[in-house]
């Protein structure tokens, strides 16, 4: 009887964390609770930023993006549309530089940032011979690996540029480390930036291969978050 006790419970607790309202509560406990729209507003408080750096992600195994990155690209690209921001910079290496984790570069052999770029130019609207023509203002960064190295490549850019305002693009699950992180280094390397995150809102993965896979997934990304917290501890700090 304890047994079977047991298991239902187990079940019922297991039901709970793989739902998808509770995975996207656990999401918002790593995010930044003062984002900004990717919409104007109309209020004379909304200045333009110099610069939106969008954070890379995992891609498919076919090197096309995956949901959580499409979600940072869409809000990126819109701010940049919406005049919030004068430049953009995607940030990501190849894939194949990148040990661990369900990641690729495929047959295609791009990196984050390129294929970034291309969801980007795809969301404006261009045909995929357009995408090659990007706006000067879009810069790819592809030799970062790491949150960390997403900042320190993105701040040598914004230095060499003399942009001292960005915002990041990046999911909630992410906002939180990615903030702290480049404020600890943009100090640590003397450089003077205000810094503010783009909203962003949930994107859950979408493997085809079922909702408990897909949540599975979602669940992942905040449980790897918890870790680079850990691994990361110096520059949050």
């Known amino acids: 009887m304890a047994v079977k006790t047991f298991g239902v419970w187990t079940a019922l607790f297991a039901s709970l964390v793989f739902s998808r309202p509770c995975i996207k509560y656990l999401?918002?406990?790593?995010?930044?609770?003062?984002?900004?729209?990717?919409?104007r507003d109309g209020t004379p408080t909304q200045n333009q930023a110099d610069v939106i750096?969008?954070?890379?992600?995992?891609?498919?195994?076919?090197?096309?993006?995956?949901?959580?990155?499409?979600?940072?690209?869409?809000?990126?690209?819109?701010a940049w549309q919406n005049g919030l921001g004068a430049n953009l910079i995607f940030s990501g290496a190849h894939p194949r530089r990148i040990?661990?984790?369900?990641?690729?570069?495929?047959?295609?052999?791009?990196?984050e940032a390129r294929v970034m770029l291309e969801h980007g130019m795809q969301r404006l609207?261009?045909?995929e011979k357009q995408v090659a023509h990007k706006p000067?203002?879009?810069?790819?960064?592809?030799?970062?690996?790491?949150t960390v190295e997403n900042v320190l490549h993105s701040l040598d850019i914004m230095k060499q540029k003399g942009w001292s305002s960005v915002l990041l693009a990046t999911n909630k699950f992410h906002q939180r480390r990615a903030l702290l992180i480049f404020q600890k280094v943009a100090?640590?390397?003397?450089i003077h930036c205000q810094v503010q995150v783009l909203e962003v809102p949930f994107a859950g993965h979408c493997w085809e291969l079922g909702f408990l896979v897909?949540?599975?997934?979602?669940?992942?990304?905040?449980?790897?978050?918890?870790?680079?917290?850990?691994?990361?501890?110096?520059y949050l700090i």
């Open 125 to 127: 609207g261009k045909s």
């Open 99 to 111: 040990s661990g984790y369900i990641t690729g570069g495929g047959k295609r052999r791009k990196s």
């Open 27 to 39: 999401q918002e406990l790593l995010s930044v609770r003062d984002t900004i729209s990717n919409k």
């Open 136 to 146: 000067e203002s879009w810069i790819l960064e592809e030799r970062s690996t790491s």
């Open 53 to 78: 750096i969008v954070l890379g992600y995992a891609l498919f195994r076919n090197g096309s993006a995956t949901n959580p990155l499409r979600a940072r690209v869409d809000a990126g690209v819109d």
């Open 214 to 234: 897909d949540n599975a997934m979602d669940l992942l990304d905040f449980l790897r978050e918890l870790a680079a917290f850990i691994y990361n501890y110096k």
């Open 187 to 190: 100090s640590k390397l003397g």
